[in-house]
């Protein structure tokens, strides 16, 4: 390590300074997350090749997932389509052989030459009757081979990577660091002794040893269990911190006597379901107890969120305050603003909408009519959150989607006073996972679905079937039902697939759905654009939308009856059912149709079947966390949330359970963390939560 300043040689030393990094390897690791020697230190491996668990090939099974050992005795590089290349690395063990294979890695073949001796370690799948390896996690054993060297470890972590970087060097890297043993040690232990003795986990330092290079698997699991917990206890105990911060504000108090809410209730085309009843119930005690309401409402897909929060704002304007209803897409502001304004202005009730789109002289009105107090409940997007908008007296502000915004983006809300904030879920979370992410929320479910809904019928269709699929549509659209075919992006608003998307709307107007009245939905679009297409759709001017996933959330159309998904595997769980949820919010029977593209692994045909077999949101939450994570699940990081890299809420929930127990005695024990020996707990959150500690108001 080079000499510098303090900083340089601590902890939040940038990795540029450390020997062999520099400033491009310094870029490579930044891609990662890592941008010092503390990120570096809790880099923890996502697998371990352990040489003392192979598994002769002769006994290796589809499915199976294996370590083996054996020598390269061919390779094979063929390149079946333009810009992919398949390489075929055959293995021999003595007892059997296998195939490992890599797509779009050819320099492999450099690295395993014939007659190298290979450490492989992956999913055992059979293919054209032969046992094959795809895309397994790879050591060279052989000295001799490029790169290679006989390992005196007996498990080998495996990292993350990204472009740029190798799993040799980055081990080396980690390696050094964790032998400059005062770097590791500065680290601090941040948990009670008597805690670390009643789990049987090692000490912060030791522990970080173990996780990176054990020695067996016995020190491995209880390092890996140690911070597992010790992820899950900081996330408990930042929102522990904050609910206890909320808990001691005065909120507004918002009675719910005014003949208003009776009358908005009492003209609904339909009556509340029990479990909406109850949760309004819940909300309304808080708008009304004079503490200030923190409180997330979750519920399946169409399962009534809207109406509460709804009913909620009434109250709020009834008694006097302002309200606002922000969600992450202008497409469904102005859908929320269309549906409800007529309702709301027959209660006498003042609304608006501001989002991005909106033009700068209605902009300047709306924003004078907030301050003055002119508006009672206004629609919106981030748009309501930024600089320059303030309310006279806002009272309730209701967040759908919660997991587009984060804790910062929440309490930006806390400049226009103490408001009661109620945050929705549309996507359905198991408890354990919800007691995760929203320690500092009240949680209400609504846990119910509206009757006389006939479940949406689902399935897994082959591509090869398309024709039939789209004869089926237009039949469906014949008889004057409407119908979505999706299209799916990498990333909303991808200039490429647009351009790819729109190729194949035109396509489809030309050919398979040609007469027939149709629109193209997408992130791109201009907002009044959007909303045009929405509305003919909703109205019936044109029966088919061709859309990506800017209509996974909000959109209702209850004439809608059918939607075909292309790519389905491109799709978590989750969002499938947020997709699937735009059909079926009527009487009538509704489908929903997966295209399944050739080729498609039995993994993603396997996810697929268990998604045609479920409808409840809540047990495929359960699924998709198994199968992807809870980062996966919600798709992107959500700002101002430590993510989890270890822990797993669904499987660790018993880990979960007790790190919110611990942190919740702890704050009440001491809610500044002024003991001594808190103090490296107080560092670390001071170093890497600096922002959610000033919003739970410890310095």
Not at 102 to 114: D, E, G
Not at 386 to 404: I, N, S, T, Y
Not at 550 to 571: Q, S
Request: proline share 6%; net charge positive; with cysteine.
């Amino acid at each position: 390590m080079s000499d510098g300043d303090g900083k340089r040689q601590g902890l939040e030393m940038p990795c540029q300074y450390l020997k062999g990094v520099g400033p491009r390897r310094a870029a490579d690791l930044a891609r990662l997350g890592v941008h010092t020697v503390e990120d570096l230190l809790l880099h923890f491996p996502r697998d371990y090749l352990d040489l003392g668990e192979r598994v002769p090939l002769a006994s290796l099974r589809p499915g199976q997932r294996a370590t083996v050992r054996g020598r390269v005795m061919a390779s094979d590089e063929r390149r079946p389509r333009r810009a992919m290349s398949v390489l075929s690395v055959l293995l021999d063990d003595g007892s059997g052989r296998l195939t490992l294979v890599f797509f779009n890695q050819p320099y492999h073949r450099k690295q395993l030459p014939n007659g190298s001796e290979v450490l492989a370690s992956g999913e055992v799948a059979a293919f054209r009757g032969r046992l094959q390896m795809a895309q397994p996690e790879l050591e060279v054993l052989d000295e001799a081979a490029p790169g290679g060297r006989l390992l005196a470890r007996p498990i080998l972590p495996v990292y993350p990577l990204t472009r740029g970087l190798s799993q040799r060097w980055l081990r080396r890297l980690v390696g050094e660091v964790l032998e400059r043993g005062g770097l590791a040690a500065s680290l601090g232990e941040i948990l009670p002794a008597e805690w670390l003795r009643a789990g049987g986990w090692p000490e912060r330092a030791e522990a970080l040893r173990r996780i990176h290079f054990p020695a067996d698997r016995a020190v491995l699991g209880a390092a890996r269990e140690r911070f597992k917990f010790e992820e899950l206890f900081i996330l408990q105990l930042l929102g522990a911190l904050r609910r206890r911060r909320l808990k001691s504000e005065k909120g507004p108090v918002l009675e719910a006597g005014d003949p208003r809410l009776a009358r908005f209730l009492a003209d609904l085309p339909f009556r509340l379901t029990p479990a909406q009843e109850r949760a309004l119930a819940a909300i309304g005690a808080d708008l009304a107890g004079g503490g200030r309401m923190n409180r997330l409402l979750q519920g399946d897909v169409g399962s009534g969120k809207t109406v509460v929060a709804l009913a909620a704002l009434v109250q709020t304007a009834a008694a006097g305050w302002q309200g606002a209803f922000m969600v992450p897409l202008e497409i469904l502001a102005q859908q929320h603003h269309a549906g409800w304004r007529g309702p709301l202005e027959a209660l006498g009730l003042r609304t608006g909408l501001l989002t991005g789109g909106t033009p700068a002289r209605e902009r300047r009105r709306l924003l004078a009519d907030l301050a003055a107090g002119e508006i009672d409940l206004v629609f919106g997007t981030q748009a309501l959150i930024q600089e320059g908008v303030d309310f006279a007296r806002l009272g309730l502000a209701v967040v759908d989607e919660q997991h587009r915004f984060g804790v910062l983006q929440r309490a930006s809300l806390q400049k226009q006073g103490a408001p009661h904030v109620l945050v929705m879920s549309a996507t359905p979370i198991p408890r354990s996972l919800a007691m995760t992410l929203y320690g500092d929320l009240d949680l209400t479910v609504i846990d119910e679905l509206p009757p006389g809904r006939p479940p949406v019928v689902t399935r897994v269709v082959e591509e090869t079937k398309r024709d039939r699929v789209y004869a089926f549509v237009r039949e469906r659209l014949a008889a004057g039902e409407r119908a979505f075919l999706l299209f799916p992006l990498v990333e909303e608003g991808d200039r490429a697939e647009i351009r790819a998307a729109t190729e194949e709307y035109e396509r489809l107007r030309a050919e398979d759905f040609a007469g027939l009245p149709c629109d193209l939905l997408h992130g791109r679009l201009r907002p009044a654009a959007k909303a045009e297409a929405l509305e003919r759709f909703r109205g019936g001017a044109t029966r088919l939308l061709v859309a990506t996933t800017v209509v996974e959330v909000g959109i209702d159309v209850p004439e809608a009856t059918l939607m075909v998904i292309h790519n389905p595997e491109r799709y978590g769980l989750s969002q499938l059912h947020q997709l699937r949820g735009r059909v079926g919010r009527g009487a009538a029977k509704s489908y929903c149709l997966l295209l399944a593209p050739p080729g498609m692994a039995d993994s993603a045909r396997e996810r697929l079947a268990v998604f045609a077999r479920i409808r409840d949101g809540f047990r495929l939450a359960e699924e998709d966390l198994k199968l992807r994570g809870p980062g996966e699940v919600f798709g992107s990081r959500q700002h101002g949330r430590p993510e989890l890299s270890l822990a797993h809420p669904l499987h660790d929930a018993t880990l979960v359970a007790l790190a919110r127990r611990r942190a919740r005695d702890l704050v009440r024990r001491d809610p500044e963390l002024i003991a001594q020996d808190l103090r490296p707990l107080r560092d670390l959150l001071r170093r890497a939560h600096r922002e959610r500690m000033v919003l739970a108001g410890v310095g």
